[in-house]
């Protein structure tokens, strides 16, 4: 074997050496956070680029091939306000203005009614960092959201009004991914 054998394997093992830590780290951070976006297998039925929500697991899916996915942790609806269906993005909103519902004024009067008219988008905004709409299929807004959060620590949790809220880096890269008209399913 010449010198220039040796050096050609060795380089692989110099890069495995070096990349090992990062990988191993990548493992542990998943294992300490199982609401980290992930790389995941999923049903080949699905389309490309559509959005799946599993509610009962906390887990959206964002198809990006065939049986591919990234998954993201997500709150989601307390028992009772669980919203379930197929809708589609009709709208993307960065740093979103929010308005409590009629029916959260009604059930928590204290909480949301000093915001009946609306708080402007900001850091400390209940949509977070950024919104996608879901409109029905005759094209209505369903008052379904996929948007960030001020509460990180509520990922993973049945805590929402209904909507689905995502930790604001997540929802950042998946506003990012996907365009208006993207089909979502929440089961």
Not at 74 to 94: D, F
Not at 137 to 160: L, M
Request: proline share 8%; aromatic share 10%.
């Amino acid at each position: 074997m010449n010198r220039r054998e040796v050096m050609s394997l060795a380089v692989p093992l110099m890069a495995a050496a070096y990349f090992a830590p990062s990988l191993v780290f990548a493992q542990e951070a998943a294992a300490r956070d199982p609401y980290a976006p992930t790389e995941v297998a999923i049903r080949n039925d699905f389309e490309v680029g559509s959005i799946v929500v599993v509610s009962k697991d906390f887990f959206l899916y964002h198809v990006i091939a065939p049986g591919r996915a990234v998954r993201y942790g997500v709150a989601v609806g307390a028992a009772e306000l669980v919203w379930r269906g197929r809708a589609t993005v009709g709208r993307k909103v960065e740093w979103p203005s929010w308005t409590p519902t009629p029916d959260m004024i009604k059930r928590k009067p204290q909480q949301y009614g000093k915001w009946a008219n609306g708080m402007p988008g900001g850091p400390t905004n209940p949509l977070g960092a950024r919104a996608l709409y879901l409109y029905n299929d005759k094209g209505q807004d369903t008052a379904i959201r996929i948007h960030g959060t001020t509460e990180p620590n509520s990922i993973g949790r049945a805590v929402s009004n209904g909507c689905l809220r995502m930790r604001n880096e997540a929802v950042m890269a998946l506003y990012d991914q996907v365009p208006i008209g993207t089909p979502v399913y929440v089961y």
